[in-house]
């Protein structure tokens, strides 16, 4: 069981936009910025988003990220065959004193 | 950029300890927060524990009472020793660097993972 909640699937069509929602509590993503991890099949996860919305280099603007209280969102945008993959958030917890994951999203390019 | 690279056993037997080490190349260890992260086999990913190159460190206290993470700085390694391993402990097994600044905190470079079985 994830403290942070992601649902398990998401999938689009080539070009289409999607969104990958994840929420948590106000110990978590309520008081700290939320992060987003891409891992594709096989490989380490990779950084995709930091502080809420921001894109480390070299990742393209079709994706992006917002939060409201106590759920963020990740959008990508004109979605690629390369962007099937599994969406991790992840949220510093003050409770915790560490960082907690989602259980991931597992996007389908249809 | 700096890199990570996980090396150990990849398999362990039951009641036994796992012992994993970081290497960081193309950067000083020093400054900067480390971690273990694992991932089971078709699961998603929980957070192990992380250590300050000063050697201060925080454990998830889901693993507390088992994990024990290191740092060698001449070497520019971490080490990670988890005791009393059951099947449940069967997981790739990754390192990352955690950026922590005015921006939030964030496992900003991963190793490959390592695979670590629990088998008789």
């Known amino acids: 069981q994830s403290v942070l909640t992601q649902p398990p699937s998401a999938s689009g069509t080539p070009g289409q936009r999607v969104t990958i929602s994840c929420s948590g509590s106000?110990?978590?993503?309520?008081?700290?910025?939320v992060n987003w991890y891409q891992q594709l099949p096989g490989t380490a996860p990779k950084l995709l988003i930091y502080s809420n919305n921001q894109r480390p280099s070299g990742v393209p603007d079709r994706f992006s990220g917002s939060k409201s209280g106590t759920s963020v969102s990740l959008a990508i945008s004109g979605l690629q065959s390369e962007d099937e993959a599994d969406y991790y958030c992840a949220a510093w917890d003050d409770s915790l004193n560490g960082p907690v994951f989602g259980g991931g999203t597992k996007l389908t390019v249809l | 950029q700096v890199q990570l690279q996980e090396s150990g056993p990849g398999l362990v037997k039951p009641s036994e300890t796992l012992s994993l080490t970081c290497t960081v190349s193309?950067?000083?260890?020093?400054?900067?927060?480390w971690s273990w992260i694992r991932q089971p086999p078709g699961k998603g990913l929980e957070w192990i524990g992380y250590?300050?190159?000063?050697?201060?460190?925080n454990y998830n206290p889901s693993l507390r009472s088992r994990v024990i993470i290191s740092v060698d700085t001449s070497k520019n390694q971490f080490s990670l020793k988890l005791t009393s391993v059951t099947a449940a402990d069967t997981a790739v097994y990754y390192c990352a660097r955690l950026m922590d600044d005015s921006s939030g905190s964030q496992f900003d470079s991963w190793g490959q993972g390592t695979l670590v079985t629990v088998s008789s």
């Open positions: 193309g950067g000083s260890i020093s400054s900067y927060f």
């Open positions: 250590i300050f190159y000063s050697g201060t460190s």
């Open positions: 106000s110990s978590n993503i309520g008081s700290n910025t």
